[in-house]
């Protein structure tokens, strides 16, 4: 794979580097994506289980997909595409900042060591009343049905379903340093939920540099300055060893 000498005269010159991320960079730590050819999604209707009513009509299944899904998270691990953007600012002399906006809610890129970390659509770690918004953030016990709160109400994943708001600090902030970067990577997303995907247009309004990752060509190939199609567990650490290379050159 060739990677761009103004790629990477353009990183090391950024003062600003964002990674928005989805489901396919986790895809190789062996957790299914939504849509796609292997997206869980083609076998599964995501209105009958990632909305409220949903939840409401049927808890029991709505819980199923998600404790099934927390023990695939549990089982899995960090990938070199997670360890790469982890290890992104030291790569580059530990100048720019670096800060990673993902829709996913599995918590790979804090356990591969990323610091500054925007989850738009929740965590699955995290749990919540729906009447009274208490938090449940320990191990649910499932052995008397759906986990109910001292209140009565029932417990469910914060996560952000269809029809729901994504938490406002953290979409705040994500469209703060979407407006404030560089260069904006776009790794492992189909880019169609939104308001996530309209984050890269807010960054390409700002003349930040987009560049997408990828397996497939997307909704915004279009957009991207630059894409690269392979897996992100692969290309992401190209991309830090051709920075390594080139430092090592110029000096
Ligand atoms: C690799 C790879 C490898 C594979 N290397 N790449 C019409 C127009 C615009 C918007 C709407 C509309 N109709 C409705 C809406 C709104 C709706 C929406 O966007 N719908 C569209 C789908 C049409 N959005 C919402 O409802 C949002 N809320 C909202 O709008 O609030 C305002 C409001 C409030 C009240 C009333 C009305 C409006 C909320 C969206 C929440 C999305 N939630 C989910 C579930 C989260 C919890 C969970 O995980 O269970 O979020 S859905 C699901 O999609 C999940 C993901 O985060 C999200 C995005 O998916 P992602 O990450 O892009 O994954 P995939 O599978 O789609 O793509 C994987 C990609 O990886 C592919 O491209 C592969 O090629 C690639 N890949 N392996 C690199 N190894
Ligand atoms: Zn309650």
Redesign the pocket.
Known sequence: MQIDKNLIEKLKASKSIVFF?????S??SGI??????????NKLK?EE???FDAFLKNPELVWE??NH?KKIIHQSQPNQ?HIAIAEMQSALGGFPEVAVI?????NLHRRAGSKTVYE???N?ERNYCIKCRTFYNEELDFSKGIPKCKCGGLIR?D????????PENQFDASEKTAQNCDIFFI???????????SLIFTAKQNKAYLVE????E?EISNYADWSFY??????LPQIINEIKKFHNNSH
């Open positions: 991320t989805g489901a396919g960079i895809a190789e299914p994506t939504f849509r796609g050819k292997e997206g869980i999604w995501p289980l990632a909305n997909w998600y899904r595409g993902t829709q996913n809610i599995d738009l659509h929740g699955i994943p996560v952000v379903w269809f029809g729901e708001y994504l790794v492992g997303t189909s880019a169609v939920v939104y308001p996530a995907a990752i990828n397996i497939e997307t392979g897996e992100a567990g692969s290309i």
